[in-house]
């Protein structure tokens, strides 16, 4: 098992970010007591403990701390960041503008931060790392189509940077653009084909979209949802995320479907798109299969155990709660 600095701290759930930030001193007192650090340069450059793992723990400690709220600790590790790789370093300057952003206090010195960023891409338009921290930046004060705007020079110049593409799709989304949304996660998915959480991040901008649908093109859109869910679970046996839109998905396609024989669709809409629609027999077998994974999950993860206790207790309430509504709906 890694060291719990290698893993960096992620944005849904905090307690990783606590965990690391109250093992920050003693790692920062391990690193600077070692009996190295007191000889001069460059000699301590040839026996200190060089490693990747090192700097990667700076990193996910200096990141753990903002989180937090320890600015004094952020810095720190950012100090050594700094020590090591330069002023200059493109990693490092998107990290000095991040802690310049969290320990901003006001409006005026967030737009301090982003005369900087501008500075620096004056200079060399070439450093993506300091173009994300913008558009982050200009999305976070409310700037959502200039952020646009930015990331597409980005995934321009770089249309292999994954990161970019996904953070574009879920910029396009928040703006109703389902139609790029999706497009930009086709190419997330061409870079990273095995991106189980991209499968079904697609699968629900697929579903929102079949909201706005009727007849035919809602059917295709659902069938095509359905199928996206199916390969992240597929990738992935136990995603939530995954086998709870498959539960969603394959809920409101039974509805359709069902119409559909009933004879409430024209016969150009039972045509839904170059794939034949699936049948309702394959439909109630995914939908039977979600919903007992899910009650697998949810039972299992509610008790804690072990290899079942990497979910957050948001995801397994939802989880529970689209369970326990489809058993009020059998009992009406």
Known sequence: MPPPYLTAPTSSDPRPALSLFAQAPSFLS????????????????????????????????????????DHE?????????????????????????????????????LEEVM???????????TIFSVRKRRAALLRSVGKSAEAIADLTVLVDASPTDAEAWAELADLHLS???????????????????????????????????AQKM??????????????????????????LRG?????????????????AKKGQLTASDSLAGDLAPPSIGTVKKLNELATSKLAEIVRRGTAG??????????????????IDSDTQKIQR
Not at 53 to 66: D, G, I, T, V
Not at 92 to 97: D, K, M, N, T
Not at 308 to 320: F, I, Q, V
Request: aromatic share 12%; net charge negative; with cysteine.
């Open 305 to 322: 155990e072990k290899g079942w206790d990497g979910y957050s207790e948001a995801e397994l309430k939802a989880a529970r709660e689209l």
């Open 214 to 239: 009727d007849g035919g093109d809602q059917m295709k859109a659902l069938a095509e949802s359905m199928r996206r869910f199916c390969r992240s679970i597929e990738l992935c046996d136990g995603y």
């Open 115 to 125: 005369k900087a960023y501008d500075e620096v891409l004056k200079d060399d338009p």
């Open 175 to 209: 703006q109703g653009n389902c139609e790029q949304a999706f497009y930009c996660l086709e190419e997330v998915l061409l870079v990273m084909p095995h991106a189980w959480n991209m499968h079904a991040r697609l699968g629900e901008v697929v579903y929102m979209s």
């Open 73 to 109: 600790t952020a810095y720190a590790c950012l100090e050594s960041l700094t020590d090591r790789f330069g002023k200059t370093n493109d990693h490092v300057l998107a990290l000095q503008g991040l802690y310049q952003e969290a320990t901003a206090q006001n409006t005026e010195e």
């Open 243 to 259: 086998y709870y839109g498959l539960r969603l998905t394959t809920g409101r396609l039974l509805e359709v479907l069902q119409g």
């Open 30 to 69: 391990s690193q600077t007591s070692s009996w190295w650090s007191s000889l001069p340069y460059p000699l301590s450059l040839f026996l200190n403990t060089e490693s990747q793992e090192k700097w990667a723990s700076y990193e996910n400690l200096f990141l753990a701390c903002l989180r937090t709220g």
